[in-house]
Structures are given as C-alpha cells and as structure tokens.
C-alpha cells in the first residue's frame, strides 16, 4: 500500500509569491494533518482536516490555509510568503479525527528567496 | 505554554549498546504519546506510541515507558544498530488535535 505522499519535493519561490503544497493520505484514511518544519526543530502543528472540514489550527497567521477535498487529499496554501516561511512542509494522516498515529508523508521542502 | 522538551540534543552510543532518550511534558492532561525517527531528508517515520493509561509498551527492540507522576518518557532501543541513527522526537497530543513535538535528540551510532 501507498503511504502518505506529497507534491512537489522542492520548491523555490520569491518572497510576496504563493504556494500550494498537495498531500494524498493513505487509503481509508480520513484525517490529513499538515506540519511545519523549520530546519533544527520538531515539526509545528498547522492544520487539521476531517471529513473535509477544519478540526484544529495552530498559531499560525491567516496567511496560511487549507481545505480537504471529498477524496480526503488535501492542499496547503500560503499567500504573501516570507523568508520565514522557509521550512519543510510535512503532511500526516490518521483514520480519524482523535488521539491517533499520524502517518508521515517524506515532505515538501520551500525555499523562500 | 506547556510543552515537550528533551533532556538531550545529542547522544552517541556503541553499535550493539542500549540507547535510551529520553523526554520531559508538562501538560498534565496529555492522554497520548508518539516516538518518531527522522532520517535525514525524510519525513517522521512512527516508532511506538503509548496512552496514559499505560506505563510501558514494546516493540520490536523498542520500548516506550511514560512516568505520568514526574511527566517523564523515554524510548529504549536495545542492540542500536547503525540504522538507527537518526533524529527522535517525541510527541504528544495536545487535545484539539494538536500533536506537539519536542526539539528532537540526534542519535548516533558508532560501528
């Protein structure tokens, strides 16, 4: 079975541009969870999506969005980008909406020029 | 806020040794706990993971233990193998769907 993946691996952008980072769950999986990563940290939680609804959001500011669709995919928008913005962007999915492992996919490396 | 630290950035064992990181919370009410592995370039990759109603669990050459009266968890891995050198991170869960993660221990190990 296919794991979680995520489209693209790289990606360069200007500062001010805007991105959107992609993410399939693993079959049967409900949940899609999205994580930033700055380079020497643990992963901060963004987002959480179910059932294509928002489930949870950390502090993040409101430049940064996403949505789930009826397939359970998921996409991660970030408008205005800053340099800050920099990170490894990594996606997890779960059965469901709870206390439950979170399944990682390989990431989305950005590079904020 | 609360939050999950490590007691260690660093730590570097024999191949064939016992590796043991370890891992401080201070939410009181976090009910459940993850260990991951990250290699390099490579997303977290899920180890083991333990409820609070538990006090230990195992693995293939893991074993996770959670202390909730010093809020203290540690992952024990017997015989470390070259291959599991790697990042550690533990990770808890925050409620509202929150998985907080720490800073992350590097792991080496030496042939």
């Known amino acids: 079975d296919a794991g979680v993946t995520q489209s693209p691996t790289h990606l360069i952008k200007t500062r001010g541009q805007q991105v959107t980072l992609r993410c399939s769950p693993i079959?049967?999986?409900?949940?899609v969870s999205w994580y930033q990563q700055v380079l020497g940290q643990g992963p901060q939680f963004i987002f959480q999506?179910?059932?294509?609804?928002?489930?949870g959001r950390g502090n993040f500011p409101d430049r940064f969005s996403a949505r789930q669709f009826p397939n359970y995919s998921s996409e991660l928008n970030v408008n205005a980008l800053l340099l800050g913005d920099s990170a490894l962007y990594l996606c997890?999915?779960?059965?469901?909406?709870?206390?439950?492992?979170?399944?990682f996919g390989p990431g989305t490396r950005l590079l904020v020029l | 806020g609360e939050s999950v630290g490590l007691h260690l950035p660093t730590l570097s064992v024999q191949e064939g040794d016992n590796s043991i990181i370890n891992c401080a919370y201070s939410?009181?009410?976090?009910?459940?706990f993850i260990w991951y592995k990250q290699e390099s370039g490579k997303g977290p990759q899920f180890i083991i993971d333990i409820r609070s109603n538990m006090d230990k669990r195992q693995g293939q050459r893991v074993t996770v233990l959670l202390n909730k009266t010093v809020k203290h968890l540690s992952l024990q891995i017997a015989a470390t193998q070259p291959g599991d050198s790697a990042v550690y991170f533990c990770?808890?869960?925050?409620?509202?769907?929150?998985?907080?993660f720490g800073a992350g221990t590097r792991l080496t190990v030496k042939p």
């Open positions: 997890a999915s779960s059965l469901g909406q709870g206390a439950e492992t979170q399944y």
């Open positions: 999506y179910y059932e294509k609804e928002e489930r």
């Open positions: 939410n009181s009410a976090s009910d459940y």
């Open positions: 990770a808890e869960n925050m409620g509202r769907n929150d998985m907080r």
């Open positions: 079959s049967g999986h409900k949940s």
